[in-house]
């Protein structure tokens, strides 16, 4: 069973790690997203619902902006919440990873957005690393959340990009960053 090769695509708030991940699909390469997973299960995983009310009350799993200001206002709050749910995030990864190299004709690549591939260790899980980066000021007027102090907990920009396999500053058109992905899939030979 030959397994695709697995692209993380990461960086800071207001980069584009969504609209990257958008380029790859665009090419036709499968991609998932680490942030709809945690949606996705926090609405549907009757284990994780449970245990985030039980923690910290009824409804907080359905109000996304709620257990935001919960848990970024408390790192011991954070780090239980992270505990529960990044080992279900990277299990879920890695069993759609297997599920696509189980079809008859596997992709040669798969690209998952991870916010905090380098914060928990996530590298190790894929093969390439695209780092997406923006100046600050294009950075703040893309980001729709406020000021609640996430960007401080990510590694800065100029590590993230040390440590890539590929990297990219996302300050122009979507025509530029696809071209900047369809160079990634040619080195990559995809």
Same mark, same amino acid.
């Given at each position: 069973?030959?397994?695709?090769?697995?692209?993380?695509?990461?960086? &800071?708030?207001?980069?584009g790690?969504?609209?990257?991940?958008?380029?790859?699909?665009?090419?036709?390469?499968?991609?998932?997203?680490?942030?709809?997973?945690?949606?996705?299960?926090?609405?549907?995983?009757?284990? %994780?619902?449970?245990?985030?009310?039980?923690?910290? /009350?009824?409804?907080?799993?359905?109000? @996304?902006?709620?257990?935001?200001?919960?848990?970024? #206002?408390?790192?011991?709050?954070?780090?239980?919440?992270?505990?529960?749910?990044?080992?279900?995030?990277? /299990?879920?990864?890695?069993?759609?990873?297997?599920?696509? #190299? *189980?079809?008859?004709?596997?992709?040669?690549?798969?690209?998952?957005?991870?916010?905090?591939?380098?914060?928990?260790? &996530?590298?190790?899980?894929?093969?390439k690393?695209?780092?997406?980066?923006?100046?600050?000021?294009?950075?703040?007027? @893309?980001a729709?959340?406020? $000021?609640? $102090?996430?960007?401080? *907990?990510?590694?800065?920009?100029?590590?993230? %990009?040390? *440590?890539?396999?590929? #990297?990219?500053?996302?300050? /122009?058109?979507? !025509?530029?960053? !696809?071209?900047?992905? /369809?160079?990634?899939?040619? @080195?990559? &030979?995809?």
């Amino acid at each position: 069973m030959a397994r695709p090769l697995a692209v993380a695509i990461t960086g &800071g708030i207001g980069a584009g790690k969504s609209a990257a991940l958008e380029a790859f699909a665009r090419r036709g390469i499968p991609t998932l997203s680490s942030d709809e997973v945690v949606h996705r299960l926090l609405r549907e995983d009757e284990d %994780v619902r449970a245990a985030v009310v039980e923690r910290f /009350g009824a409804g907080v799993p359905d109000d @996304r902006s709620r257990l935001a200001s919960i848990v970024f #206002a408390d790192a011991d709050r954070l780090a239980w919440l992270e505990a529960l749910l990044h080992p279900r995030v990277a /299990g879920e990864y890695g069993a759609w990873r297997e599920e696509l #190299a *189980r079809e008859p004709d596997p992709p040669p690549v798969v690209a998952v957005e991870v916010p905090l591939l380098y914060e928990t260790g &996530g590298e190790t899980r894929f093969d390439k690393v695209v780092v997406v980066t923006a100046p600050a000021e294009v950075r703040a007027a @893309r980001a729709t959340l406020a $000021g609640d $102090g996430r960007e401080r *907990r990510l590694l800065p920009d100029d590590e993230k %990009v040390r *440590r890539a396999d590929f #990297a990219y500053v996302n300050d /122009g058109s979507l !025509d530029e960053l !696809d071209a900047f992905v /369809g160079g990634v899939l040619d @080195r990559l &030979g995809a």
